[in-house]
Nanobody, 121 residues
Framework: QVQLVESGGGLVQAGGSLRLSCAASGSISSINVMGWYRQAPGKQRELVAVITSGGSTSYADSVKGRFTISRDNAKNTVSLQMNSLKPEDTAVYYC???????????????WGQGTQVTVSS
């Protein structure tokens, strides 16, 4: 089993900043891709940003230039620095990791429990 634990959500005014963090633990051999997704009320879950073990990143157009994803491969953690937040960024943010289990090397895909980010206007 692989567990993801997120932290760092909260309430912030428009224009403010928040930093989300996620730590993966469990039977992990390697993690290829880690990322952040979000789901606003009444909407589908959408990709925010992802990062590979090699450091390649990809962002949703709506957050480019405002959000920065980073990871620490040694600690199996991923962070999302969110600046210039807008009310439309309000959502539950989920951490995601895809990799392989230790021993069996079978692939896994895991989600965190989600953390609420609320941006007031």
């Amino acid at each position: 089993q692989v567990q993801l634990v997120e932290s760092g959500g909260g309430l912030v005014q428009a224009g403010g900043s928040l930093r989300l963090s996620c730590a993966a633990s469990g039977s992990i051999s390697s993690i290829n891709v880690m990322g952040w997704y979000r789901q606003a009320p009444g909407k589908q879950r959408e990709l925010v940003a992802v990062i590979t073990s090699g450091g390649s990143t990809s962002y949703a157009d709506s957050v480019k230039g405002r959000f920065t994803i980073s990871r620490d491969n040694a600690k199996n953690t991923v962070s999302l620095q969110m600046n210039s937040l807008k009310p439309e960024d309000t959502a539950v943010y989920y951490c995601n990791a895809n990799g392989r289990h230790i021993m069996t090397l079978r692939p896994f895909g895991s989600w965190g429990q989600g953390t609420q980010v609320t941006v007031s206007s």
